[in-house]
C-alpha cells in the first residue's frame, strides 16, 4: 500500500515568511493532491496536479515524479492561512486516495 | 450555492446505539466517499459509491453501513459493531467515479464530530 509521508508535521512561521511543506510518497501515482483543512474542519481542495507546477494567487504547488515528492509553498504568509495542510495522492493500483497525516501550519501576526 | 452538506456538526452515541450521519450533495456528482479522521492520522476511506444503489467497501468497512438510494444522499450508519466510534466523520464526492476519485478534485463537506457518552 502506497505511503505518504509529510514533513513538517508542525510549522510556525511569522506573517509574510516564505512557507514550504513537502510530501513524499513511495509508489507511481497518477495525480497528487493538495488540501486546506480549516479550523473548523472543512476541507477544500488546494491542487490537483501529476506534473510539474501550478500557481493560484499566494500557493504554488510542484512535483518531481521521478523523484516521488512533491511541495507546497506559501508566499507571503498571512495568519489567515493558518490550516492543516493535507497531501493525497492516487495510485491506479489502489483506486482510491492514500492521505498524508498532515502539516499544522500556524502563521502569527 | 453547489457543495456538500453535513449533519449534524456534533453528535452523541450511547453504547450499544446506532446513529446515522447525513451528508446531501447539490453538485450533481456521481461518486460520493465516506472517510474517518483521527487526531495525527490521515484520512481513511470507509465507504464509497460510484452510481445510485451501489456502494463499495473502503478500508475500514467494518462497523458502518451505507445507502445509496438517491444521487444526492449518501447516508452513512455507525452501527453498535463499531467499537471505537469516536472520529470525525468526512463526506466528499466528485464528478467521474470511473477512476476511483483520485483524477479529479473531491469536494468536501464540513465535516460530523461522533463522540460517544
Known amino acids: 500500500k502506497n505511503e505518504v509521508e509529510q514533513s513538517p508535521q508542525n510549522l510556525t512561521a511569522q506573517e509574510g515568511e516564505f512557507i514550504t511543506i513537502n510530501c513524499s510518497y513511495s509508489v507511481g501515482i497518477s495525480a497528487l493532491h493538495w488540501l486546506q483543512q480549516h479550523p473548523g474542519g472543512g476541507i477544500v481542495s488546494l491542487f490537483m496536479l501529476s506534473s510539474g507546477k501550478k500557481k493560484h494567487g499566494r500557493l504554488i504547488a510542484t512535483i518531481n515524479i521521478q523523484e516521488k515528492h512533491s511541495s507546497l509553498h506559501i508566499t507571503a504568509s498571512h495568519p489567515r492561512d493558518s490550516a492543516v495542510y493535507i497531501c493525497?495522492?492516487?495510485?491506479?493500483?489502489?483506486?482510491?486516495?492514500?492521505f498524508g497525516s498532515g502539516t499544522q501550519l500556524t502563521v502569527l501576526p | 450555492d453547489g457543495g456538500i452538506t453535513q449533519s449534524p456538526k456534533y453528535l452523541f452515541r450511547k453504547e450499544g446505539q446506532n446513529v446515522t450521519l447525513s451528508c446531501e450533495q447539490n453538485?450533481?456528482?456521481?461518486?460520493m466517499y465516506w472517510y474517518r479522521q483521527d487526531p495525527g492520522q490521515g484520512l481513511r476511506l470507509i465507504y464509497y459509491?460510484?452510481?445510485?444503489?451501489?456502494?463499495q467497501k473502503g478500508d475500514i468497512a467494518e462497523g458502518y453501513s451505507v445507502s445509496r438510494e438517491k444521487k444526492e444522499s449518501f447516508p452513512l450508519t455507525v452501527t453498535s459493531a463499531q467499537k471505537n466510534p469516536t472520529a470525525f466523520y468526512l463526506c466528499a464526492s466528485s464528478i467521474d467515479p470511473r477512476t476511483g476519485g483520485g483524477n479529479q478534485p473531491q469536494h468536501f463537506g464540513d465535516g460530523t464530530r461522533l463522540s460517544i457518552l
Open positions: 459509491s460510484q452510481i445510485v444503489n451501489d456502494f
Open positions: 453538485l450533481n456528482h456521481d461518486a
Open positions: 493525497a495522492v492516487f495510485s491506479g493500483s489502489a483506486r482510491q486516495l492514500t
